[in-house]
């Protein structure tokens, strides 16, 4: 019988989860039209901290600054689940006859008391294009799971009334939903590559996000979201690099009010109104993340740590107040790459919440996914692959000279004076790499008779580069 590669075995096991994490998408219409759980009474509210990094070449949620080859793909999927997110602690709805019980009491267990939501699963597919060895376009598509307790946040959370306007406890439900989180499109630009600029990269990336969740239920934004940011990188060696993602998260639409790190009492057998809580509201969002990976040794594995998280521009229309409790999110995660063949991966985190009190923090965070990028060929890593690379086995030293053909030039006028020591290292010398008075600088110099001689030799071979 033959055998499947081991990347290959992993990507037929990838589409076999991708068609389990879709099978709600059939039904998601009809769950929504049929909700009768606990909703926000108005507004919306996306919980979903942690959004994987756009394509293969980021840490975990921080993106990176490289980009797939032309015509290059990728795909993955990844599995993360938030546990114990925004704050406020409410009695839990009685059935009939029992009294108001609260997370905690002696009767009453709960590892994530005082929490609205007490969990969110997120499966997010994405795919990714590369183009011109330039940019990528692609696509994430999150399905999202979400569970918590009957409690009632008066006016703002799981608070139906009956024809009388009267609270309606009966017909009250904690949070239980399956649906699409927000389908996003996406483009990234690379504006500086790390292999020509002394490790600095720099790119750009773009994102649109489509109404298709349910934000009701903290799956998905009011209406459409305009993301750009901004990724910076350092990579002071190969086997190690450093990530800043910064960006601006337009939320079209109106988000909702949420009364963070409140709280309710029994008043003679009935709720109490809320006492405490931030004038909270759901806005844009000022989005940032530092990532740093390191290969660890020879063995294909990375060990990738992040912090990330947002402001939430609460007040910025004029409802909720500025800076107000709920409005800065922070995680840190700590995660494992392990590659199953030279650009495919598994990975997997772990982490939680900085305490900040945000709205949209988990305590705890736990991601697992798998992306696959067919291997084009590119053992040295230098981004040109090997049906065009001289030198496959060694990267290209991008110095400015000969930088097409894929082979590092230590000596790049061939003066025998190394070029991290050479004054002159384009002009033929002598001690200190530089010409003396009366010597050939220019025709005559090494760099051109280099120049000549990789001429002769293609004429020679009847080919070009």
């Known amino acids: 019988m033959r055998r499947l590669p081991l990347g290959r075995a992993c990507a037929h096991s990838f589409l076999a989860l991708a068609l389990l994490a879709l099978a709600p998408v059939a039904q998601v219409s009809v769950a929504q039209a049929q909700d009768t759980s606990g909703r926000l009474t108005a507004g919306g509210m996306d919980l979903h901290l942690f959004r994987p990094a756009v394509d293969s070449k980021g840490h975990l ?17 990844i599995l993360d689940g938030g546990f114990g997110m925004l704050p406020f602690d409410g009695l839990l709805n009685p059935e009939a006859g029992l009294p108001y019980r609260r997370c905690g009491d002696d009767d009453v267990g709960g590892l994530l008391c005082g929490r609205a939501v007490s969990a969110q699963l997120t499966g997010t597919l994405h795919f990714n294009l590369g183009l011109a060895n330039l940019m990528v376009v692609g696509l994430q598509v999150p399905v999202v799971i979400g569970a918590g307790p009957n409690m009632t946040v008066p006016g703002a959370f799981n608070d139906p009334r009956n024809a009388g306007g009267m609270p309606d406890i009966a017909n009250s439900h904690g949070l239980d939903n399956q ?102 509201v759901y806005d844009d969002q000022i989005t940032f993340g530092l ?55 598994l990975v997997f ?9 945000g709205a949209t923090a988990a305590d705890i965070r736990g991601m697992v996914g798998f992306i696959f990028e ?61 010409p003396g008075a009366g010597e050939p600088t220019a025709l005559g110099t090494p760099k051109a008779k280099v120049a000549n001689r990789r001429v002769a030799l293609i004429v020679s071979e009847g080919g070009s580069r």
């Not at 993106?63 to 793909?73: A, E, K, W």
């Not at 009701?216 to 350092?234: K, N």
């Not at 985190?349 to 009190?357: K, M």
Request: net charge negative; with cysteine.
């Open 61 to 77: 949620s921080v993106n990176g600054t490289d980009v797939l080859p032309h015509l290059g793909i990728s795909f993955g999927l």
């Open 179 to 280: 649906s699409l989180g927000n389908i996003a499109v996406h483009g990234k630009i690379r504006i500086l590559r790390p292999e020509r600029n002394d490790g600095w990269g720099l790119a750009a990336i773009l994102q649109l996000e489509l109404p298709t969740g349910n934000p009701g239920s903290f799956a998905g934004d009011p209406t459409f979201v305009v993301w750009p940011h901004v990724v910076g990188e350092w990579r002071p060696v190969r086997q190690v690099r450093v990530n800043l993602d910064v960006g601006y998260r337009l939320v079209i639409g109106d988000g909702a009010a949420f009364p963070v790190g409140g709280r309710t009492e029994n008043q003679g057998g009935s709720l109490s109104s809320i006492m405490g809580g931030a004038d909270f």
């Open 291 to 345: 990532g740093a990976s390191f290969r660890l040794g020879d063995a294909p594995l990375d060990l990738t740590a992040e912090i990330y998280g947002n402001q939430i521009m609460s007040g910025l229309d004029g409802r909720g107040t500025f800076a107000a409790e709920g409005s800065t999110n922070l995680e840190a995660l700590l995660g494992l790459k392990i590659f199953v063949e030279r650009s495919s991966y």
């Open 349 to 357: 985190g772990g982490g939680g919440a900085i305490p900040t009190g």
């Open 374 to 434: 067919p291997s084009i060929g590119d053992r040295d890593g230098d981004g040109l692959r090997d049906d065009v690379d001289q030198c496959p086995d060694e990267p290209e030293d991008f110095d400015g000279f000969a930088d097409d053909d894929g082979c590092p030039d230590p000596d790049n006028d061939r003066d025998g004076v190394p070029d991290a020591d050479d004054k002159c290292p384009l002009e033929g010398g002598r001690d200190d790499g530089c």
